[in-house]
């Protein structure tokens, strides 16, 4: 099973600066079946990133996503108040399937 | 547009059996694999199960091997899971997702809650 741990669990950030968020897998991981959610409360996830690096139809281009093998990460170059929320990565390349743990983006 | 609605959660007792649906519309059903994805009350997501366009391949999360049973008709755009012998960690909300090796999951359903508690 391919483990997917996220860091930091909690990042406090202000509106307009840099997000970046660490997904780290036990095992190397296709990018082509490397995602990255977005979820709210109340709400199901939203599909951000697939493939590693490419968003999502009507994703804004201030998330992006990058790694390959064992290490990826999500970049959101300035945030804005809508982006505080759980960010969660995704393998789907080798069952069974797995989530990171998640990482909770809050306002400073 | 494509929409893809949860039903048939609800409390249930411990050892009980519950079943759900996820209506699809407005894409080629059969075209697309479908997956079940649970989040406990609180906690993260869990991938539960997987399905494959013809049902000719099925993977379950170690945690309802066993116990959990996917499946599909084509003919009624609908995809179920059939939980049985349910145990107190199985409640959450579920989630039916679709995409696989050949889409996105960018579509999911709002979720359904399933309680288990005497």
């Known amino acids: 099973e391919v483990v997917l741990t996220q860091s930091p669990g909690t990042l406090s950030l202000s509106p307009g600066e840099r997000a970046t968020l660490s997904c780290r897998a036990s095992?190397?991981?296709?990018?082509?079946?490397l995602a990255w959610y977005q979820q709210k409360p109340g709400q199901a996830p939203r599909l951000l990133i697939y493939?590693?690096?490419s968003r999502a139809t009507g994703i804004p281009d201030r998330f992006s996503g990058s790694g390959s093998g064992t290490d990826f990460s999500l970049t959101i170059s300035r945030l804005e108040p809508e982006d505080f929320a759980v960010y969660y990565c995704?393998?789907?390349?080798?069952?069974?399937?797995?989530f990171g743990q998640g990482t909770k983006l809050e306002i400073k | 547009e494509v929409q893809l609605v949860e039903s048939g959660g609800g409390l249930v007792q411990p050892g009980g059996s519950l079943r759900l649906s996820c209506a699809a519309s407005?894409?080629?059903?059969?075209?697309?694999?479908m997956n079940w994805v649970r989040q406990a009350p609180g906690r993260g997501l869990e991938w539960v199960s997987y399905?494959?366009?013809?049902?000719?391949?099925?993977y379950y999360a170690d945690s309802v091997k066993g116990r959990f049973t996917i499946s599909r008709d084509n003919a009624k755009n609908s995809l179920y899971l059939q939980m049985n012998s349910l145990r107190d960690e199985d409640t959450a909300v579920y989630y039916c997702?679709?995409?696989?090796?050949?889409?996105?999951?960018?579509?999911w359903g709002q979720g359904t809650l399933v309680t288990v508690s005497s």
């Open positions: 997702a679709r995409g696989g090796y050949s889409s996105t999951w960018y579509y």
């Open positions: 407005g894409f080629t059903f059969s075209s697309y694999s």
């Open positions: 399905i494959s366009t013809s049902s000719g391949t099925i």
């Open positions: 095992q190397s991981v296709s990018s082509t079946y």
């Open positions: 493939g590693a690096s």
């Open positions: 995704q393998q789907y390349g080798s069952s069974p399937y797995t």
